[in-house]
């Protein structure tokens, strides 16, 4: 009796073994097939985004667009897609649209040459590529911080064009600027240095504040800290334009920002407006637009008397714009959007 509750035990552990190696064997194949459908949906998706790349690399892409005087005027920064060919300014395109309080329906349009339709429509026109000022962008955060934060990957929530780096040290906020408190701002543009010579520059700045010429770091003064000023110590400098970036933080409290310099013949003083440069350049208007290079576009709605789309329009009535923009034989791109606040320099999309 005994051997044989053994040799039953033992045909069950046999058959109980071939079940093991079948569901072995069965997984192995359904993982096979699994696999290879993964590779086929895998490839699928691969090819259509590549025809997808193909079709469509031919188009504008829309860094940014802000408000840009607050009246009847857009700033559009933009490229042409990494893939597109270089285009002439007559082959690209921009239209607006809007339906105004009245339910009329308006549509603008125009090519990227700087003329328009006829007189009483939009223009569009690049800017020089030499103009003064500086271009300044601004970031809050809702927590306090005590260095300065990265924002090389945040979209600004606040863009403007200071004429030149001189903020006194307030409790509140600087003149057309809607932050008081937990934000950083980068200022970057070019300063004409007017004669070979040393150089000295200074920032003051409650909290934190950095400077960069020509790549360098030149000034660090970061840290939480009251109105106080750090220098650059004596730059051999020659004639002519020089990169720059500032950077600042503010935590809580007292903020400000004061950039001077000294140099040949020039005691010490903030930095003048005419020194200061968003671009350079030989002066003139772009006639072709290249790939891998970020335009900025000025759309202007005073032509004519006609304003209807402008900012100020479509803040004051809580109205919707539609802006599109094409090139010639290519794609195009389209966006809707609304003007939550039209003080220059607000950002939209």
């Not at 020089?242 to 933080?249: A, D, G, M, P, W």
Request: hydrophobic letters at 35%; proline letters at 5%.
């Amino acid at each position: 009796m005994r051997r044989r509750i053994m040799d039953t035990e033992g045909s069950m552990g046999v058959g109980a073994l071939i079940v093991f190696i079948a569901m072995i064997l069965l997984s192995s194949m359904m993982l096979a097939t699994l696999v290879l459908i993964a590779e086929k949906l895998a490839q699928q998706p691969q090819d259509t985004g590549l025809q997808a790349l193909r079709s469509t690399a031919d188009k504008i892409i829309i860094n940014e667009m802000y408000v840009r005087d607050g009246f009847d005027n857009y700033g559009i920064v933009f490229q042409l897609a990494p893939g597109s060919e270089p285009h002439s300014a007559d082959e690209l395109y921009w239209v607006l649209q809007c339906t105004d309080e009245n339910n009329i329906f308006h549509n603008y349009g125009g090519d990227f040459t700087g003329s328009s339709f006829d007189s009483t429509t939009p223009h569009a026109f690049a800017n020089e590529s030499q103009q003064n000022g500086i271009v300044a962008r601004y970031y809050a955060f809702d927590e306090p911080f005590t260095s300065m934060p990265t924002v090389s990957l945040i979209a600004p929530g606040f863009i403007n064009n200071p004429d030149t780096i001189n903020f006194a040290n307030t409790g509140g906020s600087w003149p057309g600027i809607p932050y008081s408190e937990q934000y950083a701002s980068v200022y970057t543009g070019y300063i004409e240095v007017p004669t070979d010579g040393v150089y000295t520059f200074r920032l003051e700045s409650d909290d934190g504040s950095f400077m960069y010429l020509d790549g360098e770091t030149i000034i660090s003064h970061g840290g939480v800290h009251s109105m106080t000023t750090a220098s650059s110590g004596a730059l051999s400098l020659t004639a002519g334009f020089h990169s720059f970036q500032v950077e600042y933080f503010e935590n809580q409290g007292d903020n400000g920002l004061i950039l001077t310099w000294a140099g040949p013949g020039i005691p010490a003083e903030v930095v003048p407006i005419n020194r200061f440069y968003r671009s350079i350049g030989a002066v003139g208007e772009i006639t072709t637009y290249e790939p891998g290079i970020i335009y900025e576009l000025s759309l202007d709605q005073n032509i004519g008397g006609d304003i209807n789309c402008g900012p100020e329009h479509l803040f004051a009535n809580g109205l919707d714009g539609n802006i599109r923009f094409f090139v010639g034989g290519g794609g195009y791109t389209a966006a809707d959007f609304q003007v939550h606040n039209n003080q220059p320099g607000t950002r939209i999309f």
